[in-house]
């Protein structure tokens, strides 16, 4: 724990100007990011009397160890500045938003010369327009449903569309007039993109002129005796009229308007956000999130707003948004979503009538919300806190580990070894920082001897960023381990950043302002086996110097939890919260090392010289390497021994032979240096 005397700035240091601060750990990582309209009087309320700070921000103020700000011209460039580091630094005690990304939109691809309505989730794409949120895809799809008979835009996947066009046969829904079929040319690309224009401009509220248009042509229709086209026209407005009951008119004047609303305790928050466009409430969603700073309301609902328009424009930010309560920076704030819609935008608090009957709607489905969340999660912050708490008792921690990395082996008959590393903070997986490795130091099948390199490789790099950082000098640990993480993706390099003052400092653990993923280490590290694999993990820690973060594994046959030096394990209850953490800590490492492992050996499957085969299979393939256990003893066998695997005929185990034959080396690898013959291996393995 740190004290916050010991990196307070000196008086006069900080600036009395529009910022964004920064508080790093002791590990240089990012934990809190603010922004203030005068910089020196905002940190000046963090070096106070640590009684008087509210206890979450105490917590904050003595994890930290360093304080940073960056100086901007205006209090919005401070709105994006922080929104940009809340997003790329993920700072542990800033308020962050859950299960944003799981809400369907109805989208259509205007960036395609044939427009698609689709159903998406997740990141938005440039070039589509997106309607919604919805809570449920099903209602998307009725909705689609019933317009396609107005607007029989394309919905098929390009493989499908790519099928019609070669076959010059539409899909079941141009047969039956719910695509205009453009795949066989019946609609061009400007008469089909006009169909998804109108299709947008309906789903975007402007239903009376469309709905007018068809009135009038079905009339038109019944006078010429046309009776068959007024039917039609009668049922396509019957159509859009069910689409649009599907949404309400709950605002008279066709406004639209964003409406937030917020339910709190003191430990969570819940957000409902209902969409309304042309008076009709186009979507709604939701979120919640752990109260981990010392936030009001006010800052609540600027944290939504952040997180609602931080990566939109135009369209997307409504004219009006209504909220329960008025940011701090209103003025900066309103700046903001105007430039990022383009034109004008008021934020306010409804005072009456239909707006405010409204937002109270919104309140209740908040509410709601927070209580159905809290049910459901059985106060899961506590039971993380809890079981935490007891491991650290169990292993006799000093402290609860925030940080846990765990580690598993995995590998098919020695072949393809592989290994994984998971992390898990304050109880929760950290999957950006999940890491894969490859066997390298020896072949075959050694678990502790695989165990102790992939230690050392982790914890290597961790000494060399340290090294880098000048936290210490590393004499005999050497330098960073050359094979690194099999995926290259462990963040090497060094960066920089501002200090306090604005000056550049070394980049102590980033590289292009973001964290390096091997440079903070775990309080605990947990190993997939027992006595003989944490036994591997201490040596390697100890053969580096490090004596401060714990060890233990997890042996799955009786649960039991095993620490280094000790001759019996640790037995934790079978419903102990601390022994359920550890299980899902072991079992997500150990799934993701399958996983690897199992694509290396479909790499190495579909690089075999059995690929030449005709007419042989990956099921056969893999029933040769079972029966003969690699393809040096395939290459080996008679055309006898192979036709025993069972499904293969003497004209396939011929073939077999002859490709094998002729896929092998003309001459034994010899070793310059001392002469060897080399032996070879398994004649089709791929080694990355």
């Given at each position: ?47 106070q ?16 160890a ?62 589509v ?17 019933l ?75 019944a ?11 009668r ?24 409406l937030?609303a ?9 957000v ?6 042309g ?21 609540l609902?600027?944290h ?21 309560a ?20 008021s ?15 919104v309140?209740r ?22 079981a ?18 765990c ?65 210490w ?109 550890l ?8 799934d993701?090392?399958?996983?690897y ?78 002469g ?13």
């Amino acid at each position: 724990m740190a004290d916050p005397s010991s990196y307070r700035p000196k008086p006069g240091q900080i600036p009395d100007s529009p910022g964004v601060y920064k508080f790093r750990d002791e590990h240089r990582r990012v934990i809190y990011v603010g922004k203030a309209k005068s910089l020196r009087q905002r940190l000046a309320n963090y070096f106070q009397d640590l009684a008087g700070l509210h206890p979450r921000t105490r917590t904050m103020v003595t994890t930290a160890a360093s304080v940073e700000w960056t100086v901007v011209s205006t209090e919005v460039e401070a709105l994006q500045l922080e929104y940009s580091w809340i997003k790329e630094f993920d700072p542990r005690f800033n308020v962050k938003y859950r299960d944003d990304k799981s809400y369907p939109y109805l989208a259509v691809t205007l960036h395609e010369e044939f427009p698609r309505v689709q159903v998406m989730r997740g990141q938005k794409k440039k070039g589509v327009r997106y309607f919604g949120p919805y809570a449920h895809a099903w209602a998307i799809r009725e909705t689609v449903d019933l317009m396609l008979r107005v607007f029989p835009v394309r919905t098929c996947s390009a493989g499908v569309f790519k099928n019609a066009e070669r076959t010059g046969r539409p899909c079941l829904l141009g047969y039956i007039g719910k695509c205009s079929a453009p795949c066989v040319g019946r609609v061009g690309p400007e008469e089909h993109r006009e169909l998804a224009d109108e299709f947008c401009d309906f789903m975007a509220g402007r239903t009376g002129t469309y709905l007018r248009r068809l009135e009038k042509d079905m009339m038109l229709a019944a006078e010429d005796m046309e009776y068959e086209k007024a039917a039609r026209l009668r049922d396509d407005i019957g159509a859009l009229k069910r689409a649009m009951e599907k949404n309400a008119v709950v605002l008279a004047d066709a406004t639209d308007a964003d409406l937030i609303a917020v339910a709190e305790d003191e430990l969570e928050a819940a957000v409902q956000i209902f969409h309304v466009r042309g008076g009709r409430v186009r979507g709604q969603r939701g979120w919640v999130t752990d109260k981990v700073e010392a936030v009001d309301t006010a800052g609540l609902v600027e944290h939504a707003l952040q997180q609602l328009y931080g990566d939109e424009s135009g369209d997307a930010v409504p004219k009006e948004v209504l909220v329960p309560a008025l940011p701090e920076d209103l003025d900066a704030v309103t700046q903001w979503l105007s430039g990022r819609r383009g034109s004008q935008v008021s934020l306010r608090i409804p005072q009456r009538g239909d707006k405010k009957a409204l937002m109270e709607t919104v309140g209740r489905n908040a509410q709601q919300a927070l209580v159905l969340h809290k049910t459901k999660r059985a106060s899961d912050l506590t039971t993380r806190s809890r079981a935490l708490e007891e491991i650290a008792g169990a292993l006799g921690l000093d402290t609860a580990p925030l940080r846990i990395e765990c580690f598993d082996i995995s590998h098919l008959q020695g072949e393809d070894v592989v290994a994984s590393m998971v992390v898990f903070e304050d109880g929760l997986p950290r999957k950006s920082e999940y890491r894969r490795f490859q066997i390298r130091g020896f072949e075959g099948q050694d678990d502790v001897r695989s165990m102790h390199e992939v230690i050392s490789r982790r914890f290597k790099r961790y000494l060399a960023e340290r090294e880098k950082t000048g936290e210490w000098a590393v004499e005999e640990a050497g330098g960073p381990d050359g094979s690194g993480a099999a995926d290259g993706s462990d963040g090497s390099g060094a960066g920089s950043g501002l200090g306090l003052g604005g000056e550049v400092l070394a980049g102590p653990a980033e590289e292009n302002g973001r964290p390096k993923k091997f440079a903070y280490p775990p309080q605990l590290v947990v190993v997939d086996g027992g006595r003989p694999q944490v036994a591997a993990a201490r040596r390697a820690l100890d053969e580096l110097g490090i004596d401060d973060v714990a060890v233990c594994g997890l042996a799955k046959r009786l649960e039991e939890v095993w620490l280094p030096d000790e001759e019996d394990p640790v037995v934790l209850p079978r419903t102990s919260e601390g022994l359920y953490l550890l299980q899902r800590v072991r079992d997500t490492a150990h799934d993701f090392a399958i996983r690897y492992q199992r694509s290396k050996r479909t790499k190495r499957i579909r690089t075999s010289p059995l690929d030449a085969v005709p007419g042989l299979g990956d099921t056969r393939k893999q029933a040769l390497i079972k029966h003969f256990g690699s393809v040096k003893r395939l290459r080996q066998a008679t055309i006898e021994q192979i036709c025993e695997v069972p499904g293969l005929g003497r004209k396939t185990a011929e073939a077999v032979a002859i490709a094998l034959a002729q896929a092998a080396p003309a001459a034994p690898a010899v070793n310059t240096a001392t002469g060897e013959i080399i032996e070879e291996d398994d004649g089709g393995t791929s080694h990355d």
